[in-house]
């Protein structure tokens, strides 16, 4: 079993839905957990870290984590052909000094 | 530019040369890390730096792949004796710990291997 799992996708949505991304973990103990943004040909950069049970909101973006069923989500309210991108789940694994990354799904907004 | 930055930014080389890249992180960030990254999968972590202690090496590097942060600053990568299968992004990332939940890591550019 992967430590982190993600569906590849691609997952395809209208511009102005709503997009779920999804992502689970391997290790209980885990308490850091991270999205990140990956644009093609770029490098990863954070846009949401959440370590409590629960939802995190920051602007359009919402982090949701159940640490019962080892389960990470994010949601994209108002989605933007500009959000198009590969969103990557990491799980930092106890410990505290490894982060460990998923493949990533592929996300597409249509205009 | 106070980001992380990678040099060079491409390199190709023919099989069974050396090859070196280097990190320069954020300034103020003690943790530095290096991943690897092919077309369609996440990054795969190599090896992580606290200040200049090499802490953890994947199990996943053979003896060709070393890596050292000499006095707590930049770090270097070297791969010797490349192989086609060496052939990817290699990604450095910095983050500070301060203790408690944290962990975010900020990346560089990147330096995209081609053996050839």
């Known amino acids: 079993q992967k430590e982190v799992e993600q569906n590849s996708g691609p997952l395809s949505v209208p511009e102005g839905a709503i997009a779920s991304l999804n992502c689970t973990y391997s290790?209980?103990?885990?308490?850091?957990f991270f999205w990140y943004r990956q644009y093609s040909g770029k490098s990863p950069e954070l846009i949401m870290s959440i370590y409590s049970n629960g939802d995190k909101e920051d602007g359009r973006f919402t982090a949701q984590l159940n640490k019962a069923s080892q389960y990470v989500s994010l949601l994209i309210r108002d989605s933007q052909p500009s959000d198009s991108a590969t969103y990557l789940c990491?799980?930092?694994?106890?410990?505290?000094?490894?982060?460990?990354f998923g493949a990533g799904t592929r996300l597409f907004v249509k205009a | 530019d106070t980001g992380v930055s990678q040099d060079p930014r491409h390199k190709i080389t023919k099989r069974g040369q050396n090859v070196t890249f280097r990190c320069d992180p954020i300034?103020?960030?003690?943790?530095l890390y290096w991943y690897r990254q092919t077309l369609g999968q996440g990054p795969e972590f190599l090896t992580y730096f606290q200040n200049e202690a090499q802490l953890e090496k994947s199990r996943l590097l053979s003896d060709r792949f070393s890596a050292e942060r000499p006095k707590g600053s930049f770090s270097t990568l070297e791969i010797q004796r490349t192989e086609q299968g060496d052939s990817a992004m290699y990604l450095c990332a910095s983050s500070l710990f301060s203790g408690g939940l944290t962990g975010e890591l900020f990346f560089g550019e990147g330096s995209r291997l081609t053996v050839l």
């Open positions: 300034s103020e960030h003690n943790r």
């Open positions: 290790d209980r103990v885990s308490q850091s």
């Open positions: 990491a799980v930092i694994l106890p410990g505290g000094f490894k982060t460990i």
